[in-house]
Each structure stands twice: as structure tokens, then as C-alpha cells.
């Protein structure tokens, strides 16, 4: 099984030149799957600046490898949502009629659904892994930028320069790609940066259910439920510090999208 999990691990991580492998690489931070070589439960110390857990693995090098998992899942999935809900938002909003009504039924549809909920599900359909979590994240997002594109296009497409163009005989797909489409995503990184906050804490509540990334690869939120067990036992280091992070994390994206909201829309300022 020790064999699985470690190929599972390099697969995951294969590639990368920054970041946690390099330091792992250099000597300063324990093998993540290594689980027969440390003490269990060791309380923090020079040896395991964050402890160990009840498996034996060194909490701070699961820590720093479960951020950069969250990372590649949740950008994969934010990208997934934004690269399917902004062409067809374009799309909905410049043609309206029919192609709308049908593009809005599904979307309200999907949208009127718990993200979380949907999420849990569809993970629970595809299975676990990293491009099976990323699908399960990314749907409950397409909604949220088909919303915000369509709306914007729709006032965008009523602009003289865009009946200027039409009347030059610009076709539909030079309209929408070279004179709508920056002029409608002005609030797309906002969105983006809100939804990667948002999938870090739903990709944790995938991995506490059992739901998220395979087994042995680390993961903050299955790292917390095998956590929850020692805590009456005042085992504190080993849920403290992955949610530390994960609390970090999305707090700091969350500041980054107000950041960039006001940025972007210096009109909404107080």
C-alpha cells in the first residue's frame, strides 16, 4: 500500500521545480508518506516543527504538500469554470432569443443548487483524483461568470462602437473576441479569486468525506478527520496547523479579491 501511495504522490507532484519537493529535495522537509521512520504523535520540536501524527508522518511536510495539492486543484478548477462560463455568458448575452433562454434555464439550474452539495455528488460520481476533484469544483462555478459576462454583454452590445462594427460587417466571432470580450471580463479576476477561496474550504470538506484527492496523497481535509481523533486526547498540533493554513489561505485570497474589486472599480470606493 506504502508502494501505491508513494506513486500516487510522485504522480501527483511530478515535475514541479518549486515549492515543497525542492525543499524536500535540499534535505529540509520529511518525506510526506513516510510514516515508518518518526515517532507517533511527537509533540512539536526541532525535529518536527509541527509534530507528527497518529500515522506517523511529519505534520509540517504534509502541510506545505496539502497547499500545493489545494492549489493545483482549486486553479485547475476556477480555470475549468472560467474557460466554459465566459464564452457561453458571451455568447447568451450578444444573440439573446432562444440560445439565451435555454443557456439561462440551465445555469439557474445549477446555481440554484447548494455548491457544496452539487459538489459532494458529482464527486461522488467521478471518484477521487485530482482532475475528478477539479470537475466536481469547477461546475458549481460556470453559473457565477455565465451570470456576470451575460449581463454585461448584454449592456456592452448596445454601444455605438459595437453597432459601429456590426455595420462594417464585422462578423459575430470578431465582435465578440475582439471588441466585447475585454470589455465585459472586467470583473472576472474578482470572481476568480473568490471562487478559489471558496473551493479551498469545499475541496477540504471533499477530502474530510472521503471524497477529495487519492489515498496517501496529502490533503489538508482528510488530514483534519484523522485528526478529530486525537484531539480528546489533547493531540492539538495535528488539527491546528493543516486548518491554520487552510484558514490562512482563504482569508488571503478573499483580501486579494476585495483588493482587486477596488482596483478594477475604483467607483465603488467609499
Known sequence: MADVDRSLYHCLFCGDRLGAPVLEKIGWLKDPLDSLSFPIHAAPSWDHWFGTSRQGYDVLSRTLFGTQAALKVVLLA????????????????????????????????????PGLLLSVTLAFVVGKGVINAAIALSISYIPQYFRVVRNRTTSAKTELFIEAAQAMGATPSRILSKYLFFNVIQSVPVLFTLNAADAILILGGLGFLGLGLPDGTPEWGHDLRLALDALPTGIWWTALFPGLIMTTMVTGLSLLGEGLNEWLNPSRRD
Open 78 to 113: 476556477t480555470s475549468l469554470s472560467l474557460i466554459i462560463g465566459v464564452p457561453l455568458g458571451m455568447i447568451s448575452g450578444y444573440f439573446g432569443g432562444k440560445v439565451d433562454r435555454v443557456l439561462l434555464f440551465f445555469m439557474d439550474t445549477i446555481y440554484t443548487l
